[in-house]
């Protein structure tokens, strides 16, 4: 039982290029999440997915987009990237248990540098 | 604006002391409340939940709701230095999602 795997663990990518970070879960989760982690800045929800087939966007959309691949998997793409983006990405997926909680269980992150 | 705030600190305590952490948020329909703790480097992980106002102890954590003051707060009891880490508190302000809004976590750091 792996829970919340992403990959990269690290890329280093010139301003423009674009690359696709990778998450996947095996605790049957409906939602996942996308946060970017920036010093002083705590945890930003970049794209939120409830269910399978379903995205939302978060606090800071602009210049991601995702893909629910399945109930499992959940992508982050960066078509253009810029040093703006330069942060650790974390993956996360949650289900709700009896009395409403909702436990967020993450990934080990991917530290991600635009040059 | 939906808001958590935090004082980024950081927090220092004598090991075996009460470390104190404080939190404020914005909605005042806000529906449950999360603790994380994050080591450097690592992923954060829950510590605690609530969502009624009053307080909730497990083991050495307890977690404080105020609603009406729209803050919530953590004691670490008897603290040590493996408690050494940023606690991240996060507010679930979206009705029937599981969304939170993060503070921006503060730093705690136990001496010897």
């Known amino acids: 039982n792996a829970g919340v795997t992403q990959t990269p663990k690290f890329q280093v990518l010139k301003t423009g290029q674009s690359m696709t970070l990778q998450c996947a879960q095996d605790m049957n989760h409906n939602s996942m999440y996308w946060y970017r982690q920036d010093p002083g800045m705590g945890l930003r929800l970049i794209y939120y997915?409830?269910?399978?087939?379903?995205?939302d966007k978060g606090e800071v959309p602009n210049g991601y987009n995702v893909s629910r691949l399945n109930k499992r998997e959940f992508s982050l793409r960066l078509e253009s990237a810029a040093p703006s983006q330069t942060s650790v990405y974390f993956c996360?997926?949650?289900?709700?248990?009896?009395?409403?909680?909702?436990?967020?269980?993450f990934g080990p992150g991917t530290r991600l540098t635009v040059l | 604006q939906k808001e958590v705030e935090q004082n980024s600190g950081p927090l220092s305590v004598p090991e075996g002391a009460i470390a104190s952490l404080n939190c404020t948020y914005s909605?005042?329909?806000?529906?449950?409340f999360f603790w994380y703790r994050q080591y450097s480097g690592k992923s954060p992980e829950l510590i605690m939940f609530?969502?009624?106002?009053g307080d909730k102890e497990d083991g050495r954590f307890t977690a404080q709701l105020n609603k009406a003051s729209q803050y919530v707060s953590l004691l670490i009891r008897d603290s040590q230095p493996s408690d050494s880490a940023t606690y991240l508190c996060?507010?679930?302000?979206?009705?029937?999602?599981?969304?939170?809004?993060f503070g921006q976590g503060t730093t705690l750091q136990v001496k010897p």
């Open positions: 996060a507010v679930n302000m979206f009705y029937n999602t599981g969304k939170l809004i």
């Open positions: 997915s409830a269910s399978e087939g379903t995205t």
């Open positions: 996360a997926s949650s289900e709700v248990e009896a009395g409403g909680k909702d436990t967020q269980y």
């Open positions: 909605d005042r329909g806000s529906q449950s």
């Open positions: 609530i969502y009624s106002n």
